[in-house]
């Protein structure tokens, strides 16, 4: 912290009577050092992060804070006030102020620092040895842990080489992985050993309150005999708590500001959810809040899952399994694209006819009483909106691979996919060159003075440069042509030949229900409709993937019905979701059974479902909508052929999977198991666990 604080940087007799005052004059000892290049500009920063939240401790504590691209590199000032400033603190104000400047773009060890410091505040001993100090020399030293007369610079120099001795994210999470080890080695009997909690701090900047409400809690559970593992999502990253620690917890403390990443890990245990500076104000009240929830049973429920980012998994993950997250990442988020536009598209043409899509902008011509004139405005709407399909896809991939940075190179490589007719394949390869680009790009080392820049100038310009350059000039037009190649071919595809198709494609939406696989069977219907006047194979690829979605929840549905003593009282009543599921294109809805009967349930599904894909191409049935289900049967061409190649598909695979049960040998009765609810078979869990 040498250079994160000097002489030149404290005031003892700070005279400002309001916290911007404060702030202002702090700033200035910064600007005077060339540390902050535009005092306003850094000063609108920092009343913007106060905005979201005041920035006073109890204990006459004020920390102003924030990211700015005005600060050239991480800076600390400090203030000592006589008469006390507001910061916002429930007890008065405060009489010892730190202002903290990161630059935008501030490397994970100069955070770590920080989130140092932010722990030693909520040290009593150091805060009055910075309400004694004399000079301004001392306060610094003191304040960088220099000084060697109190304990609170012991604590500091302790943590620091603690942190130091680790990788930058394995610090920020140093407090709690010691606590971590005091939990699972402990040799004491369940019923001796103490009350154990896993929480989670985080707050919208992610330099000081983060770390502050891990110390605060820390410290009140020893206080309290309380054995507390914190996990601090802040700005320098956060390593996930391992999860035997997570498992053997008795309760779990989420304090934060911003959304808790990978909130599910945590579901099924009593949790007591607040705000960040609750943590930091009164962390003895929130252990004995979750100890009371504990005694009475009170649990959390499954949540939904993270976002595809959020589930990007531990670094030792195989590139196999990165590149199907990133991929994911960007399906995801394209799908609703998919939805809203083609069913806008869908309804366009039921108002409007087929003739809709040769109908004048509804900015030149709108007749409000005029049928046709809503027509070509849904049609219009859904147009613009199928008209992101391939950027979003494109920027959500590199936004899987690079965070925030590879959203501009990500969707300006997908628009440039589109203006060169790359589509859909061109919107996947500009994806992970635009990641690429970024990621190689924050490897490189620069100086301190640019980093501010970096995510707002430099990684935008020279990654939209790099991906704008290939896209265009090196592999656009290959890949155009291959998509040209791969549209002519479809668009020829008769006979046997489109009853495969449908049929493999059938067998790609049951594989999984709802996975990659399902994903990529959809994903390439859907890129064949994103068109304003899509192929006539196209509409018929479309129909196939969606008739074949809806044949695993309604079979399973149809197999409760008829053979309800197959299944046990939970998947009996899951069957009776599954219908609606089902009906609307929802193959997720025969997750439940697959997850407790694999090796029956899927082939079954699987065989139904290339049965229906392969008897909707035969058909020749069409969909212009991307989903719906039944809702939208009125817009299917042959709507009845098409509802007879599900009902065949749904028909076989419940055969197969009543057949396949009927010949499961009994197991033998389990002590504890309820009536109705037969025990899984041997295969069946190795199939689960799997």
């Known amino acids: ?84 400033i507001d910061f916002g603190a429930a007890d008065g104000p405060a009489d010892l102020v730190f202002l903290i400047a990161a630059p935008a773009g501030a490397d994970d060890a100069h955070l770590t620092i920080l989130s140092s410091l932010a ?164 962390p003895a009240e929130l252990i004995t809040e979750v100890r009371d929830k504990a005694e009475r049973g009170e649990v959390t429920a499954a949540v939904s899952g993270d976002t595809p980012v959020e589930r990007a998994g531990d670094s030792g993950e195989g590139y196999g399994t990165k590149l199907r997250t990133w991929l994911m990442s960007g399906v995801s988020y394209m799908v609703p694209f998919v939805a809203a536009g083609g069913l806008l598209i869908a309804l366009g043409f039921a108002i409007g006819g087929y003739e809709i899509n040769e109908a004048p902008s509804v900015m030149d011509h709108f007749v409000w009483t005029q049928a046709d004139s809503w027509g070509a405005l849904l049609f219009q709407i859904g147009g613009v909106a199928f008209g992101f399909l391939v950027p979003v896809l494109a920027g959500y991939i590199a ?91 479809l668009n020829g595809l008769t006979g046997t030949n489109a009853v495969l198709l449908g049929a493999l494609l059938g067998l790609m939406m049951c594989f999984d229900l709802g996975g990659p ?43 409760t019905t008829v053979r309800g003593k197959l299944f046990d009282r939970t998947e009996r009543e899951n069957g009776k979701a599954a219908w609606v599921l089902g009906a609307s294109f929802i193959s997720e809805g025969a997750i439940p059974f697959a997850a407790a009967d694999p090796l029956r349930v899927i082939p079954a599904s699987m065989v139904g479902g290339a049965v229906t894909g392969a008897l909707s191409m035969t058909f020749g049935a069409t969909l212009r909508a991307p989903h719906g289900g039944v809702f939208v049967v009125p817009l299917i061409g042959n709507p009845f052929l098409y509802l007879v190649a599900i009902a065949a598909g749904v028909c076989v ?24 609810t037969p025990v899984p078979s041997a295969e069946t869990k190795q199939a689960v666990a799997a």
């Open 119 to 282: 722990r030693q505040l909520m040290n009593t001993e150091f805060t009055g040895a910075l309400r004694s100090v004399g000079d301004a020399r001392a306060a610094a030293a003191l304040i960088r842990g220099e000084e060697a007369g109190s304990s609170g610079s012991e604590s500091s120099e302790s943590s620091e080489s603690s942190e130091d001795s680790e990788s930058s994210e394995d610090s920020v999470a140093a407090p709690g992985a010691a606590s971590a080890g005091a939990a699972t080695d402990t040799t004491a009997s369940e019923g001796d050993r103490p009350f154990r909690v896993v929480a989670v701090t985080s707050c919208p900047t992610g330099i000081a309150h983060t770390y502050m409400a891990a110390e605060s809690l820390e410290n009140a559970g020893r206080d309290a005999g309380v054995e507390v593992v914190v996990e601090t999502q802040g700005s320098a990253g956060f390593t996930r708590l391992d999860p035997a620690v997570i498992a053997a917890a008795d309760g779990v403390i989420f304090a934060h500001d911003v959304p808790v990443r990978e909130k599910d890990r945590f579901a099924g245990k009593p949790t007591v959810d607040t705000g960040v500076k609750a943590a930091i104000n009164r």
């Open 517 to 559: 696989v399902n994903k990529v069977a959809y994903t390439f219907a859907t890129a064949g409709i994103a068109v304003a006047s899509p192929s006539d194979s196209a509409m018929k690829i479309m129909a196939a993937v969606m008739a074949a979605g809806m044949v695993p929840p309604l079979a399973m549905a149809l197999a």
């Open 399 to 489: 936004y899987g691979m690079a965070d925030r940075p590879g959203l501009v190179p990500g969707f300006v490589g997908g628009a440039i996919s589109l203006t060169v007719n790359a589509g859909f394949l061109g919107g996947l390869t500009a994806g992970l060159i635009a990641g690429g680009v970024v990621i190689a790009i924050q490897r490189v080392r620069i100086p301190a003075a640019l980093r501010g820049i970096m995510p707002v100038v430099v990684i935008p310009l020279i990654s939209a440069a790099v991906v704008g350059f290939l896209m265009f000039v090196v592999i656009g037009k290959p890949i155009a042509e291959a998509q040209k190649g791969m549209t002519d071919w």
């Open 1 to 84: 912290m040498s250079d994160m604080i000097t002489a030149e940087l404290v005031d003892l007799d700070l005279s400002a009577d309001t916290k911007a005052a404060a702030a202002r004059a702090l700033a200035e000892r910064m600007v005077a050092l060339g540390r902050v290049t535009d005092l306003d500009g850094f000063l609108a920063d920092v009343a913007a992060r106060e905005a979201q939240m005041p920035t006073g401790l109890d204990g006459g504590i004020g920390i102003p804070h924030c990211r700015s691209e005005h600060v050239t590199e991480p800076t600390l000032a400090f203030g000592r006030s006589t008469a006390g």
């Open 653 to 676: 695979t419940t055969a197969l999977v009543i057949v396949l049960k009927g010949l499961r040998k009994p197991a033998p009765a389990t002590t504890g198991a309820g009536e109705g």
